[in-house]
């Protein structure tokens, strides 16, 4: 998807007219269900790999769900640092989470412009771990930190 992204955006080709042309091309799922090749190019993050997940999240049909999961995950995994990395090495900590932070943006504004209706899973303050900082640390995290 990336190299066709690179040929529409090289050779300078109406974005809408390909749009059009990839939405003609029909692509057979599975007996009486098809996705456009529009489809297939814009949603192609969202399929899922699993042979055992339905037509629909291998597809990309379940994209909100999929964005939802990820989001539960990326959550599960802030906790997850902050509990076994914060005193042990605070630097790595504070890194990964900023990492983490950066997905759910992203996977944030993917569902907002997916229009996905349940509200995104956030991480329970039960689950959170207060972190007291030492000023060393936040010194040094301080110009690099950015949410």
Partial sequence: MDHL???IGSNRLDQEKAKKMMEAISIEIS???SVSLYHVYHNHLWFSPHPKDSIEARWGLK???MIHSQTRAANHSIA????????KDPR???FSIRQQRHLLARLSEEWNRSECR?????LEKKDRIPLPLSDEIRKYFQDSITF
């Avoid at 997850?80 to 005193?87: A, L, P």
């Avoid at 349940?118 to 956030?122: A, F, I």
């Fill in 5 to 7: 992204s690179r040929i």
């Fill in 31 to 33: 007996e009486n269900r």
């Fill in 63 to 65: 994209k909100c769900e």
């Fill in 80 to 87: 997850f640092i902050e509990k076994t990395y914060q005193k």
């Fill in 92 to 94: 790595y900590a504070d």
């Fill in 118 to 122: 349940e509200p995104l899973p956030s």
